[in-house]
T-cell receptor, first 113, second 114 residues
Framework: KAGVTQTPRYLIKTRGQQVTLSCSPI?????VSWYQQTPGQGLQFLFE???????NKGNFPGRFSGRQFSNSRSEMNVSTLELGDSALYLC????????????FGPGTRLTVT | GESVGLHLPTLSVQEGDNSIINCAYS??????FIWYKQESGKGPQFIID?????DKRQGQRVTVLLNKTVKHLSLQIAATQPGDSAVYFC?????????????FGTGTRLTIIP
């Protein structure tokens, strides 16, 4: 079975721009969660989608948003990029909602200049 | 608020020896715990999980121990190999609806010495 895939793998943007990241979960998985990983803050939960509905949300500003499609693929959008948004963005998929047995993708490395 | 901490940021172990990575958590209501391994340039890789109604679970060369009394979690890796070198994260999950998210610890870097 193919693992979680994320595109693009690397991205460079300038401050003020917006960006959209994509995640394709493992086949059959209906939950997709997004995380931000930085050296200073570690792995932080952004939000989780299950069956196209946001089920859980972390403590990030409204500039961070997401959605999930009927095929369980998910996108994450960050508007008005700031330098501090530079990070590795990881998505994880699982069969059930709620954080159980999540499998991560390789991540998208976002650099904001 | 919830927090998950690690006792040691780095750990070096001789190849073939056993290693133990420790993790402390603060939310006594957490009902699920999970360990991940992250190698450089890769996403976290699921190792093993355990629910709060258990105190021990074994996998292939790995054992997770949960002590709810002192809110402590540990990952034991038997007969370590060079490929075990990585950063290891523990994570806990809150039990309340709307708060069912994973909170990760800061990670422990395990280095296997050949």
């Amino acid at each position: 079975k193919a693992g979680v895939t994320q595109t693009p793998r690397y991205l460079i943007k300038t401050r003020g721009q917006q960006v959209t990241l994509s995640c394709s979960p493992i086949s059959g998985h209906r939950s997709v969660s997004w995380y931000q990983q930085t050296p200073g803050q570690g792995l932080q939960f952004l939000f989780e989608y299950f069956s196209e509905t946001q089920r859980n949300k972390g403590n990030f500003p409204g500039r961070f948003s997401g959605r999930q499609f009927s095929n369980s693929r998910s996108e994450m959008n960050v508007s008005t990029l700031e330098l501090g948004d530079s990070a590795l963005y990881l998505c994880a998929s699982s069969l059930a909602s709620g954080g159980y047995e999540q499998y991560f993708g390789p991540g998208t490395r976002l650099t904001v200049t | 608020g919830e927090s998950v901490g690690l006792h040691l940021p780095t750990l070096s172990v001789q190849e073939g020896d056993n290693s133990i990575i420790n993790c402390a958590y603060s939310n006594s209501a957490s009902d699920y715990f999970i360990w991940y391994k992250q190698e450089s340039g890769k996403g976290p890789q699921f190792i093993i999980d355990i629910r709060s109604n258990m105190d021990k679970r074994q996998g292939q060369r790995v054992t997770v121990l949960l002590n709810k009394t002192v809110k402590h979690l540990s990952l034991q890796i038997a007969a370590t190999q060079p490929g075990d070198s990585a950063v290891y994260f523990c994570a806990e999950k809150g039990e309340n609806f709307g708060n069912e998210k994973l909170t990760f610890g800061t990670g422990t870097r395990l280095t296997i010495i050949p």
